[in-house]
């Protein structure tokens, strides 16, 4: 079947908002609209708790002024204050009472001030671990440093002994000497050319001096023996061109 087509009377015009996804914008602010007016109700439906309540009516209390019905207020009047008055024979007091500190919780008289002193306690104990622990990496970067450099040191004293045994192996084969005077003045050798134990033990013994006691020594023999200074690479003719020309018996006093 054929639908009538409806008679529009002239001068009226017919408005649609087809404007897309309109529909669902309306649905979504309806949506909100009626939460919000079910929270609502469901606040004022809600049975308040007793502390609540006492809050309620303490605020209620603290914000109404006092009235003639007040004992301390009808003396004060008695007395010639008037409300919004300053207090004081010269009207230099407050004017306002002072506001009061209601404790509501379950706590003792003074835990807040032990809850904050603890609170300042663990944060003190807290800075002096972050102190310790910054010093004790401070420390061990200075051991650190000090151990390489005299690594270091060390090691430059280690070849600075390997070189003068060397020169006084040398030296000494020139002056036809054949055995030195101690076994560390020359360079050991190696280890299929090491002698029985007899000599091991003498070793064992020389063991006992330190690098720079060794270099010390040594230095010393060349020094008096062949006229020779490790540090300037030179031999002399006698020790007063030794004493004249060398500036001293060590790195230190060459550099």
Not at 26 to 48: L, Y
Not at 55 to 66: C, G, I
Not at 89 to 101: A, F, H, Q, R, T
Request: some cysteine; proline content about 4%; hydrophobic content about 25%.
């Amino acid at each position: 079947k054929e639908k009538p087509n409806l008679l529009i009377p002239a001068g009226i015009t017919l408005r649609q908002d087809v404007r897309p996804g309109l529909p669902m914008v309306r649905r979504v602010k309806e949506a909100i609209q009626k939460e919000e007016k079910q929270k609502e109700a469901n606040e004022k439906n809600r049975q308040k708790s007793i502390k609540e309540e006492e809050k309620e009516r303490r605020d209620l209390v603290l914000r109404s002024a006092l009235g003639n019905e007040n004992k301390g207020f009808a003396l004060l009047q008695k007395m010639g204050y008037k409300s919004g008055q300053a207090l004081g024979k010269s009207g230099e007091g407050i004017v306002e009472p002072i506001p009061l500190n209601i404790k509501t919780g379950l706590s003792g008289l003074g835990h807040e001030e032990l809850k904050k002193r603890k609170a300042e306690e663990k944060l003190e104990n807290y800075r002096q671990k972050l102190h310790m622990k910054k010093q004790a990496n401070e420390q061990a970067a200075d051991q650190f440093r000090v151990r390489f450099k005299n690594k270091q040191e060390e090691r430059k004293m280690e070849g600075d002994l390997r070189k003068s045994q060397r020169a006084c192996q040398q030296l000494d084969m020139q002056k036809d000497i054949d055995v030195p005077k101690e076994t560390w003045y020359w360079l050991e050798p190696e280890e299929e050319d090491k002698k029985d134990e007899e000599d091991k033990e003498d070793e064992c013994t020389s063991s006992d001096l330190s690098v720079s006691e060794k270099l010390h020594i040594l230095t010393a023999y060349l020094r008096g023996e062949h006229f020779y200074c490790i540090w300037c690479g030179t031999t002399y003719e006698d020790s007063e061109d030794l004493s004249s020309n060398c500036p001293g018996d060590s790195a230190a006093d060459h550099d």
